[in-house]
């Protein structure tokens, strides 16, 4: 759920979108409208795909828009160019560099990492590319990182005199452990993505750059046309948002199973199976979401303007 105030629109077309430093394509190509695998590529390739604040906010706007449009059931997030991303462009500089009230700074790659994170749709990040800073922490909301081999890949923070940033010190530690997240941004080391300290991190590794993207929109479109979007949201709201205690996990995860029982999708889903056919699942989170649903309550991020309570 989105607690940002901007209204969305979705438009007819994501290609036709007005964005900065991103590249929109929907797959299969040259669709007037959005299909179900949306190709979202950060697009400054003449920079190593270096990060501005004009690429975070495209990409907030896009992950957010995708959140609440049916029509896509999967993000593939990648790079143009030999690098998926170097991390912020060292040649602007940070914005939090700049003098403005502490109390309303917001740091913009969290905003794009609470983005995916909110968004309910998976995002694959295929990573053609070597990655650190930021171009590393963006994609650690995503549900799957694929890597090329012999790229390198880090959270050089410590060796840039600044601290992690785009709500990794909360993903980072939750996907690989303490002990691998804490040498990582302790050394500020960069490694191939099948050294050790990555630990599971990256799900499939290829040595040729092209089958990074190819393996990429294999596995969207298995997710497409073989998962129940109203599931897979359920599923990875239950992992990133359950309770702390396996007791109330049991009985969280009991009363979403039982509204799902009953739904058209696991209808679909077994009946698909016995027939040996591809599913056609047709429920979502705005007609179809258990009562329960959202079980937590979300943080508003927003900035308070003066005279506004902070309560």
């Known amino acids: 759920m989105d607690a940002n105030p901007h209204p969305i629109s979705i438009p007819p077309s994501y ?75 060292l040649d602007i500089g940070f914005s939090g560099a700049k003098q403005i009230d502490p109390e309303v700074y917001r740091d913009s790659g969290g905003r794009i990492a609470l983005a995916i994170h909110r968004c309910r749709k998976p995002t694959i990040a295929a990573m053609q590319g070597s990655a650190v800073g930021v171009g590393m922490t963006m994609t650690l909301p995503a549900a799957i990182r694929i890597a090329h081999t012999t790229s390198k890949y880090g959270f050089v923070f410590a060796r840039r005199g600044i601290t992690m940033e785009s709500c990794s010190s909360y993903f ?26 990555f630990g599971p991190l990256f799900a499939e590794t290829f040595a040729e750059k092209e089958a990074i993207l190819t393996r990429g929109m294999e596995i969207a479109n298995d997710i ?14 239950l992992m990133w948002r359950g309770p702390d205690s396996p007791e109330e996990t049991h009985l969280l995860e009991s009363k979403v199973l039982y509204h799902m029982f009953r739904g058209r999708d696991q209808k679909e889903g077994v009946g698909a199976f016995l027939e040996k056919r591809k599913p056609e699942f ?27 309570s902070k309560l």
């Open 224 to 237: 497409a046309e073989s998962t129940s979007s109203l599931a897979g949201a359920l599923n990875r709201g």
């Open 15 to 89: 290609e036709s979108l007005p964005v900065t430093d991103i590249k929109l394509n929907h797959h299969p190509p040259n669709s007037p409208t959005a299909t179900p695998i949306l190709i979202v590529t950060l697009n400054r390739p003449e920079k190593h795909n270096a990060y501005t604040q004009a690429m975070s906010r495209s990409l907030e706007r896009v992950f957010r828009t995708v959140d609440i449009d049916d029509r896509v059931k999967v993000v593939l997030l990648t790079g143009a160019g030999k690098t998926f991303c170097a991390g912020a462009d």
């Open 172 to 197: 980072l530690p939750r996907l690989i452990g303490h002990a691998r997240a804490m040498y990582l941004v302790t050394t500020g080391g960069v490694f191939p993505p099948t050294s050790s300290h």
């Open 282 to 308: 047709r429920e979502t989170l705005k007609e179809d979401a258990p009562q329960e649903y959202p079980w937590w309550s979300e943080v508003d991020i927003e900035p308070k303007t003066k005279g506004e």
